[in-house]
């Protein structure tokens, strides 16, 4: 159990570490360039034809994958007030099991969303579609989002067995409560 926890604690590091870096530049670098898009629209009058496309596109991208980022610090789909209360009420149990139910749903919903996205991704693919301006694709949009959702539903699938494993030896009883978790 050691191993595993120590294995899903190295993954989570290498995701939060790389991704986290890879959404925050992406929604750096498209804020500055939605910036340069206002000043060329409303300073020169003139705009880049594919520029709204690139903006929602790369937002949309830059969030999917953050995703994984989100569900490594349990601040994804967060209900932290009724956990506290819970929590401060001493159902310590209950507290435990609903972590684990929770992370089993979204490993369930996550991964099932990222699974049938193939079915898009291929079709986008066959039929070669684009944006509205025509000159962005949309398989490696499609591609991003089914990658975050997977990405996630791996993410939640490790904090599943963890939250087993913590259960298991007990330390739901002993541990704070989190300032977020995904319950």
């Not at 910036?35 to 629209?41: D, G, P, Q, T």
Request: aromatic letters at 14%; one cysteine or more; glycine letters at 8%.
């Amino acid at each position: 159990m050691d191993g595993f926890l120590a294995f899903s604690q190295r993954v989570k590091n290498v995701i939060h570490s790389l991704l986290g870096w890879v959404g925050s530049a992406m929604l750096l670098l498209l804020t500055l360039f939605a910036l340069l898009e206002i000043v060329r629209r409303y300073i020169f009058g003139v705009v880049f034809e594919w520029g709204q496309d690139a903006m929602i596109v790369g937002m949309v991208s830059a969030v999917a994958v953050y995703f994984g980022v989100t569900q490594i610090r349990r601040s994804h789909l967060v209900m932290n007030a009724a956990v506290q209360l819970i929590h401060a009420r001493g159902f310590y149990k209950t507290v435990g099991i609903l972590k684990i139910f929770v992370s089993a749903i979204i490993v369930l919903f996550c991964g099932s969303v990222g699974v049938t996205g193939w079915a898009t991704l291929s079709y986008a693919w066959n039929r070669d579609l684009t944006t509205y301006s025509l000159l962005i694709p949309l398989w490696p949009f499609y591609l991003i989002l089914m990658f975050g959702f997977l990405l996630m539903a791996f993410v939640a699938f490790l904090q599943t067995v963890e939250d087993i494993v913590n259960f298991a030896r007990g330390e739901h009883l002993d541990a704070e409560i989190e300032m977020t978790t995904d319950v």
